[in-house]
């Protein structure tokens, strides 16, 4: 099977990386990027949300939510799973373009390749849970399920 491996957003299938600059919106709200997002859903219905919605880049957002005064909501863990695949879903559902893309992939495994991140990507070793590109293949399962 065939594998595609993502990381950066400017490589070629950086499309498919958070920081890829593709608005969404959700929750009333628009998002300059799928990472705003899912970085604020950390926060949700505080003023941070919003602190982190607005923030100029990707990276920016991310950067956010380590700061050690970030309040990173107690159930994190339980629901980021969810939150990424929102996040994603309304990325690939919300950009045709995209949603043809992803169809496009086939049944290839989509990966995330990060060298660092060893829940949502690969990490260094190849040993990485690679959840980015499981929720990737799950949301191309539900797309192609539909006309």
């Not at 099977?1 to 628009?30: C, P, V």
């Not at 991310?62 to 863990?77: G, Q, S």
């Not at 495994?109 to 990485?128: A, H, K, Q």
């Given at each position: 099977?065939?594998?595609?491996k ?18 969404i ?8 990027t799928?990472?705003h ?11 941070w ?34 939150a ?12 045709e ?28 070793d ?22």
């Amino acid at each position: 099977m065939k594998e595609i491996k993502f990381y950066e957003a400017e490589d070629e299938f950086g499309y498919f990386s958070n920081f890829a600059l593709y608005s969404i919106n959700l929750n009333g709200k628009t998002w300059p990027t799928s990472e705003h997002y899912y970085q604020a859903q950390k926060v949700v219905g505080t003023p941070w949300e919003d602190k982190i919605r607005l923030c100029k880049t990707p990276k920016e957002a991310f950067d956010m939510t380590r700061l050690p005064e970030f309040p990173e909501r107690a159930d994190w863990a339980e629901v980021k799973d969810d939150a990424m695949y929102e996040a994603v879903y309304a990325k690939f559902t919300q950009h045709e373009g995209l949603r043809k893309k992803l169809l496009e992939t086939g049944d290839h495994i989509l990966i995330e390749d990060s060298p660092v991140d060893f829940y949502w990507g690969r990490g260094e070793d190849g040993t990485g849970k690679n959840m980015l590109g499981k929720t990737l293949m799950a949301i191309r399962e539900v797309l192609a399920e539909k006309p």
